[in-house]
């Protein structure tokens, strides 16, 4: 590739939003033959609403605290909700649930289990929070859940679940049709429950869904595939991303200057993925 054509490449990308950070990354689009997706926060807006709270205030707090310091999507918008003005939603007993604010200083060892949740201390006692793994792990039975749900325990017991809606990116389902035009298989990947899962699928219509997966399952499963694309947050999708051939960061809001993957999607709209290959396209085509 000569080096005028990358560079005019690349030029062109970022007039589209398209932070080429590897200057292989327009020759590597070229070979692309799966692209993998990401769920949250590349097929879905990353932003979850609360719409259910089975349990009481103190678990609601002791939730929260537990989420305060974490950066997942999910605890952020947790975090975010219940320490809103006006939140207050219903629990399960009929009780009303209100604005939580609470003190940290009660909390200590905050330690985030990847692809599972998250666990501290609060006043000398261990909390967890996450998915169905993790009670799994903690040797707890939990109702299973169609929707996404993040579980809160301590070591003896389940306590309360929080059930959350999700959004699909407007775009979503005019990219992947786009992309299967194109002959590029689609692939979403998730450390999401099954149920919720093929709930989005059944909007989105991907070639294939994986559920259930820890962050290091994604990066084998797309280190297995020759010619692939990642696209993913870039919040923990960091080993996903470098184990493709084209790793692309999906940048919503404040997040722009991450340090994974060889491209960033400045918005992180996802019909921009059809784009960068146009660009490769054109990229290409003059160097030959
Ligand atoms: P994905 O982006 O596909 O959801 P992640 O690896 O980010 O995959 O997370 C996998 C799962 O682990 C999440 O769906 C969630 O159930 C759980 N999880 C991760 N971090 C947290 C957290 N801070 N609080 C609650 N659950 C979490
Ligand atoms: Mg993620």
Known sequence: ATP??????????????LLIKNANALELAQTIKTIFFDKTGTITTGKFELIAFDGNQKALETLYLLESRSNHPLAK???????????????????LLTR?????????????????GVTATIDGQQFYAGNQKLMQDLGLDVPESKDTVIYLANEKQWLATATFGSTIKPEAIDTIQQLKKRKIKTVMLTGDNAHSAQKIQSYVHLDEIKAGLAPEEKAQMIQKTPNAMMVGDGINDAIALASSSVGVAMATGSDIAMEAGDVTVIGGKLNKITTLLDVSDKTMRKIK
Do not use: P
């Open 4 to 17: 005028t054509a990358i560079i005019s490449g690349t030029g062109l990308a970022a007039k589209y939003g």
């Open 77 to 95: 918008s947790l975090t975010k909700t219940v320490s809103a003005e006006r939140f207050h939603l219903t629990a399960t007993d009929k009780t």
């Open 100 to 116: 939580v604010s609470v003190s940290t200083d009660s909390l200590q060892n905050v330690t985030e289990i990847a692809g599972r």
